[in-house]
């Protein structure tokens, strides 16, 4: 490498390709494009596409990552110098850098703040250490027998042996070993020649995930990316997936943008929960990310789970993906009984009550049935702690407003208004309601109750004395598994610890307040929930029962007691598409002060794209830190179909930059398809 001069007057420039082309990082919508910048002879060798870089910008030096070197610059003025190199790593490849463009682009957002989701931050220790050394695994024949159950589970891994790009949307059956099945997947790529990069929602599902890699494709094979490494050690195992030492890598949310070589499979498990979609700018769900990876690089991808999302079955809809699914006797013989609430008239003789009983007869006789056989039972509970609660006094039907039908409860503090003290109160629209009449039974009686895990904890400890009662989630600590003994677990959902055989039984409690949480996907949440806490249940061959407290004429509660999760999403889907909610359409949330929101609607961006309906706007509170009487957000939904999803990303991204490029001082939040609609 040439010594740098002194002055920069004396500096030259690189002889070949003296132009780079520089991604900068500057958060300004108007100036989302990449920068020309000279090359100087000393800078010439590490240069290189991909590094890190300082680059000055407006009179300031800012970070940056080369994107490529070309002869000349369509640039009729003076290119200014790289400063420096920040490093001669090449972080950033063109397949991620291209992703990332592309992730931007669907978004509405900025390429610096996607490559700031993709590229971890710089630890200069990890980087000087020497590469480690990896054997090269040893791969044998792919074990098929567990993808035997599933008729297009075979071929499947052929396709991934033979690097085809395969896109398949798996229905994991009841039980389902679903890290050992991943991980034969992951095997059948490496033994192609390829990489396997799988995403989980949690920390739990990681280390399951890498122990049963590592069981098939070796130790050294496998690494885990996750933000609880801490920096040095997620730097260090991130540059050995850059570097080429691993072909396959399990990870959470970020780990959708490793840099692996010759991408064979992309999977993603249990896409519908929430811990997918990445909460900071521009808000892309891991789901999008991996489609759009595995369209560019010619991957298979796989979306699997227990339960299935509109999204995932949108894609068999169109075309793009085949299902993955066992036939009806499959399911049937490893599913659990289900049972709900109501469902034959012999159930509602035997117990009157059972409709309005928070725990009927039907679950105390599965519990105390899976206790005498020796097995565990889990209860699911929607909240944590202690929740408290208003129904009917009557019939306990719980207690909603006339006006928006959210739950009432009785204020108590600041939350206490001057107009209408000790008046119950809607949690949704904070509305009084001064005359209550039960819509079910007509009763104007209220009756407090307390729900949540730790109440509920304590009354089972009272209902079934000398049995131990352990609890899991909400604030208690998660249990990482439970041994094959009779106990109870009472956790909250996502917290359900595994047990060594299954559980003998599931309850599920409180199904109403899982189905009353005003949202878009609650039914599609519910059933997730519901069936990731069934399936840690042992078949019904082997007295396996599931008793769900929610009314049995319920169609989430059909599905469930069919375990038919197909069926329900096709079902979402179709409602969506009737009322024009994705993903059935495109659409965009628009945030932010009244006069910001206006200024956006009424761009000439989005007043020249066609077909756009404006949902709102509607008041959503005040930002952070501001008066809430002087300063309310607002809230716009712009959808339009989904051909025209780009047009309006592309609308929506011009209209912020002419807003940046004025200089506006109000920001504007905005979400390309959120994943939460309330």
Known sequence: MTRASRTRGEWRQATTLPVARVAVDVPLAHLDRPFDYRVPDHLDEDAVPGVRLRVRFAGRLVDGYLLERVGASGHGGRLTWIERVVSPEPVLTAEVAALCRAVADRTAGLLCDVLRLAVPPRHATAEAEPPAHREAPSLGPVDRSGWARYPRGPALLQALEAGRAAHAVWQALPGEAWAARLAEAAAAAAAGGRGALLVVPGQRDVDALQAACAARVGADGVVALTADLGPAERYRRWLAVRRGAVRVVVGTRAAAFAPLHGLGLLAIWDDGDDLHAEPRAPYPHVRDVLVLRAHAAGAALVVGGTARTA?????????????????????RASMPRVTAIGETDGQLARDPHSRVARMPAVAFEAGRAALAAGRPVLIQVPHGGYLPWLA?????????????????????????????????????????????????????????????????????????????????????????????????????????????????????????????????????????????????????????????????????????????????????????????????VRMAAVEGSAGAVAEVLASGEIARLAGVEVLGPVEIGPGIGADPENEMRERALLRVARAEGRALAAALAAAQAARTARKASEPVRVRMDPHEIG
Do not use: K, N
């Open 392 to 584: 009917c006094a009557r019939c306990r039907e719980p207690a909603r407003c006339r006006h928006c039908a959210g739950p009432l409860a009785i204020p108590a503090g600041p939350e206490r208004g001057d107009d209408a003290p000790g008046l119950p109160q809607c949690r949704w629209c904070g509305r009084a309601e001064p005359g209550f009449r039960c819509g079910a039974c007509g009763s104007r009686r209220l009756r407090a109750s307390v729900i949540g895990s730790r109440r509920t904890a304590e009354e089972l400890g009272r209902a079934f004395p000398g049995t131990t009662v352990r609890s899991s989630g909400g604030g208690a600590a998660v249990l990482g598994r439970v041994r094959a003994q009779p106990e109870l677990v009472v956790a909250t959902p996502g917290a359900e610890p595994p047990a060594d055989g299954g559980y003998g039984a599931a309850l599920l409690v409180d199904g109403w307040a899982m189905l009353a949480r005003p949202d878009l996907r609650v039914a599609e949440e519910t059933l997730r929930r519901w069936l990731a806490a069934a399936a840690l249940v042992v078949s019904h061959t082997e007295g396996g029962r599931v008793v769900v407290m929610a009314d049995s004429a319920l169609p989430t509660v059909q599905a469930l007691v069919r375990w038919d999760p197909v069926g329900h999403a096709a079902t979402e889907l179709r409602s969506r598409a009737e009322v024009g909610f994705p993903p059935a």
């Open 311 to 331: 999204e995932a079955q949108l894609l068999v809809e169109s075309g793009w993906a085949r299902e993955v699914v066992a036939d009806r006797a499959t399911v």
